[in-house]
């Protein structure tokens, strides 16, 4: 396999393979992220090197927090959406219902004047 092919086959992104990280690292604990690097897949690295600045800070921030509070983080994030969900529908419905009140009144108004139509006759 030549140097610059990693172990699935495939082209990898680094001029360095991984059993060269202790060359360009400066102690164990660098050797070890950069071999950890260096094993990401390649779909993985596109998806770390596509992220925004934004999008970096919040994984770092969501990094940061413990499972309780990412387990009532990713809850308020369904109750958003939930609500959002309920707010579209109760929207839609309510536009139905002064529809719907609007057409009832138009219509009760024509059967009216026609009912008044063949009470009276014509008018001449």
Do not use: C
């Not at 680094?14 to 071999?35: G, M």
């Not at 002064?98 to 009912?115: P, S």
Request: glycine share 4%.
């Amino acid at each position: 396999m030549a140097d610059d092919d990693d172990e699935r086959g495939g082209r990898n992104r680094f001029p360095i393979s991984p059993r060269d990280a202790h060359l360009y690292a400066s102690d164990e604990e660098d050797e070890k992220a950069l071999k950890q690097l260096l094993a990401i897949s390649p779909e993985t690295l596109k998806f770390l090197t596509s992220l925004r600045p934004d999008e970096v800070e919040t994984m770092r921030t969501l990094s940061q927090l413990d499972k309780e509070e990412r387990e009532v983080f990713f809850q308020s994030l369904k109750l958003t959406k939930s609500v959002r969900t309920t707010g579209w529908f109760v929207r839609w419905l309510f536009l139905g219902l002064v529809g719907t009140f609007v057409a009832f009144n138009l219509m009760a108004d024509q059967v009216m004047k026609l009912v008044h139509l063949f009470q009276n006759g014509a008018p001449k």
